[in-house]
Structure formats: C-alpha cells, structure tokens
C-alpha cells in the first residue's frame, strides 16, 4: 500500500483560500468555502471545501468532513431550486487513483436535469460573466 503525501498549500484551491486567486464565490462561513468549478460538467456546478487544510478523506479531521457535507446539502438544495433541476449529482475524490486533480479536499455538486448527460470533467472553461451569474442565482437561492 502507498503512503498518502503531505497536503501541499501551493494547490489551486489553497491559493483560493487564501485570497491569491479569484473564484466566483457562492457561500462561505469561518470552516467552509464554496465556489463554482470553473469547468462545470453542468450548470451550477459548486466545490464546496473546507478551510482547515486536508488533503482528501483519507487526512481530513471527520468533523471537518462532516462540516463540509452540511454545507454541501445545503448547495444542493440551492442549486437544485436555483436551475430548476430535477437531481443533484455529488462527487468526491480522493487521491489521483480515485479521479483526483486538486489535492484539497473537495465536494462537488451538480445540478442535474432528466435525461441530459454531465459534460466530461475539464471539458470547458465557462465565461466569467456567466459564472458570475450563476453564482449569483445560487447566493440568491441561498437567501444571500
Ligand atoms: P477533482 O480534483 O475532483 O478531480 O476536480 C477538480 C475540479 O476543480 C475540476 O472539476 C476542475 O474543473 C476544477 N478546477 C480546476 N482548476 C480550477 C480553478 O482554478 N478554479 C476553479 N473554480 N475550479 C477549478
């Protein structure tokens, strides 16, 4: 069995965190950030990411973990009112072997409507402007 690597804060969403690089915010307290992917596989498309820095559910404080799964139920029910979706897709990976890009620890969560397929993942960057829009459809939904 491999040996798990160190959490590396040069990683896109620590820089995120930390102010270094924008993102198109939908809903952050003092433990959690969401934001939208900027590939989204659907509209809507929400990370929602802990703040304390944990790799993946393999290193994160379940707590933490448990945290960033409230915050995620509550983006699904934004977002399924949001675009008027029929279903929410949750994904989570972990490690490169289970589809892991961005070693920060992240909950997707997609807006799914009947019968149209999810993008492939990193198929598309989508325009700022209607990032910008969503997101504030979801903070709307959110009551923000
Ligand atoms: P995963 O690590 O779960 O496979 O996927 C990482 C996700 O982060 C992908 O869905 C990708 O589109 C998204 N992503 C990659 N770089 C950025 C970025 O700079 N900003 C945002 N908002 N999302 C990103």
């Known amino acids: 069995m491999s ?9 896109i969403f620590a820089k995120i965190l930390r102010g270094e690089l924008p993102a198109h915010k939908v ?5 959690a950030l969401a934001f939208l992917d900027i590939m989204p596989r659907c509209p809507g498309h929400t990370l929602v990411i802990p703040k304390t820095p944990a790799r993946n ?7 933490d973990l448990a945290y960033v799964h409230k915050i995620a139920k509550t983006i699904a029910i934004a977002g399924k009112a949001a675009f008027q979706a029929d279903g929410v897709t949750i994904q989570q990976f972990n490690e490169e072997a289970g589809g892991q890009v961005v070693f920060h620890l992240h909950v997707h969560i997609i807006p799914r409507h009947l019968g149209v397929p999810m993008k492939p993942p990193a198929s598309a960057m989508e325009k700022p402007e209607i990032l910008a829009e969503h997101a504030a459809l979801l903070r709307a939904a959110l009551g923000q």
């Open 3 to 11: 040996h798990a690597p160190a959490y590396d804060p040069s990683n």
């Open 27 to 31: 809903y952050e307290d003092d433990r």
């Open 57 to 63: 559910i393999l290193d994160i404080d379940p707590e």
